[in-house]
């Protein structure tokens, strides 16, 4: 638990450092390189490859709210049935995205890239509820189900890690983020599965676990 504390506190601070970066501002220098980069790669400089965009659309679309909110009722649902606990803190992880992503993104304004200027959601960039929700539900995720033997620890993380890191790098690929609200992201979602897992690991050792 002292190291999950450690970790969700961590992953805070860097967050609340990165908000006072990008608060109220443009695109850092590295978000204008990668964000040339990966319109090269990914759209190329007249049509571009429209699968490799299609394929990044879809990648992207797991860390949607209507995707990773189901999920997580679906996975406590069945760890319920199987007599394993954990459940309340994966859907817990994604409900705490799910409802306090929008508040919080209000108030940090930050432009989105500029093929999204003309949205309604132009100033609510930073952090990419995507990655967030990714982040949180699949680290909390893979910390119940390797704590309660039903998959091993380093194929549950590196599942939770690929998967984010996917979703994550397509939205950058997709021109929907820039590179910081991704990390923003991440390092959001590492803060929110902390608190998570550390409710479990609680109610496992009131159990007696």
Known sequence: MIATAAA???????FAALTARVHGGWATPLDRTLRRSTRRRVRGRRRGPRVAALAATG???LGDTLAYVPAAAIGSYLLHRRGAAGGGAVF???ASVALGRHVFR???PRFRPPTHLA????????????ATG????GLTAAHVLAHEGLVPPVPALAAALGLTAAVGAARVATD???ATDIVGG????AAVASAATLAYEARRLRHGA
């Open 186 to 189: 991440w390092l959001a979602g």
């Open 119 to 130: 949205q309604w959601n132009a100033f609510a960039s930073f952090p990419s509820g995507h």
């Open 8 to 14: 969700g506190t961590t992953a805070a601070a860097l």
């Open 176 to 178: 929907d983020h820039w």
């Open 106 to 108: 209000w108030c940090v």
């Open 134 to 137: 990714t982040a949180a539900v």
């Open 92 to 94: 817990g992880a994604a």
């Open 59 to 61: 990648v992207g679309a």
